[in-house]
């Protein structure tokens, strides 16, 4: 649900990961709801508890005897041993944990709208608020940081921009009139799409990112 940002990130490090998908079951879209909905046994949640990790949502990431979940642990841990990721100092690292963070609440909100029922307009008024703020770190042209390759913060923008789900989904008919009021967010998401390594991965039977999840699709 949350891992299409890793798995760019790992792209664009040169990293190849294998993947164990699920359908996808979900009793809602934060805790209240979960606890509200009680318990559900899914194919995931069989499987997590089989790796000791019971109890633990989507994505497990593991990697020799090390196993961890959460978004952001993975996204940061992928690019930490991504051998071709750009090298960042820690004010660099500081914004592209401020681009992902960005992206984990306005998720956290557009997930809501798809399962829980949560007020579906208020994804373009966050989408607004979180590219206006971003936006002052977008260049022109090139990335982010400068780099010759797109960092984690690169990265999220593209998702921001292009993910079907949940943005394209919540978004819907109200998705040109949002994006359109940032051209440079967009426009960075393009490039970003159009880096070899990326461009490669957005074709890949995995990624998620323009499609549904791979049960889900005829």
């Known amino acids: 649900r949350r891992f299409p940002p890793a798995q760019l990130i790992a792209a664009v490090g040169g990293l190849e990961l294998n993947f164990e998908e699920y359908p996808f079951v979900a009793n809602g879209a934060s805790a209240a709801d979960k606890e509200k909905a009680g318990v559900i046994e899914t194919a995931h949640t069989l499987a997590a508890t089989a790796m ?19 978004s952001f642990a993975c996204q940061n841990y992928i690019a930490s041993i991504g051998p071709k990721f750009p090298n960042l100092n820690p004010q660099q690292q500081a914004i592209d944990d401020m681009f992902m963070g960005n992206l984990e609440d306005i998720m956290g909100l557009a997930a809501g709208v798809i399962l829980s029922s949560y ?9 607004t ?5 971003l936006t002052k770190w977008i260049p022109e042209s090139g990335f982010v940081h400068g780099k010759s390759a797109p960092s984690a913060a690169d990265c999220v923008v593209l998702v921001l921009t292009q993910a079907l789900i949940p943005f394209g989904a919540t978004l819907g008919e109200g998705a040109g009139e949002v994006y359109g009021k ?7 998401g393009q490039r970003v799409a159009e880096y070899p390594a990326v461009a490669a991965w957005l074709e890949h039977e995995h990624c998620n990112l323009k499609k549904p999840p791979v049960a889900a699709r005829s």
């Open 182 to 188: 940032f051209p440079a967010a967009v426009a960075l």
């Open 52 to 70: 000791g990790m019971e109890g633990c949502g989507l994505p497990i990431m593991t990697h020799g005897d090390l196993k961890f979940h959460q």
């Open 119 to 127: 007020d579906g307009t208020l994804v373009p008024k966050y989408m």
């Open 129 to 133: 608020k979180i590219l206006t703020h």
